[in-house]
């Protein structure tokens, strides 16, 4: 599933608060290559009022759009911090659905290997976070979503360089086609 130009897309995923734009950035300075921004955080942060339907097509929009930006910089491989599979997990969170626009487009932008980071780490606050006490349950959404998509994806676990080196190992198996899938409950 590499995309046109050859370059193999890393998502980096994962409930609140599991280190995923740290590890992005991490990745992105150990592969020598660019990493995509949470297209969400930037936007929400600029939000006077609750969240809206609206809002979480333009999160979906800007996310893809910033992918597109970030890919022909990528050298080899482009590391995303987290997908818009975020969206649609979020909308049925919230909303009870997802946007249509939102659940079409998901078969269209695999990705080659999602990392899903693990909630054993320390909750962090910060104020775009909202559900200390449902981390156990989005991990299992996320394991639904992704096997959903039949992704090949991998879960991350440790703290610091441990997690980091976790991930590192589950990229270069991949990189190298020795990699084990995921089969977690979920």
Known sequence: MESSNGIKKIAIVGPESTGKSTMSVQLAEHYHTVWVPE???????KLTEPCTWQDEINMFRGQLELEE???PKANNILICDTTFITVKIWSDHMFGRSPQEVTDELPKHPYDLYLLLDIDLPWEHDPLRDFPDLREHFMDVWHKELKALDAEYVVI????????ANA?????????GEISFSSSPG
Not at 39 to 45: D, L, N, P, T, V
Not at 168 to 176: C, E, G, N, Y
């Open 157 to 164: 676990s440790g703290g610091g360089a441990e997690r980091l």
């Open 39 to 45: 297209y969400a955080r930037g936007y929400c942060e």
């Open 69 to 71: 930006e970030l890919l």
């Open 168 to 176: 590192i190992a589950a990229i270069d198996s991949f990189l190298t």
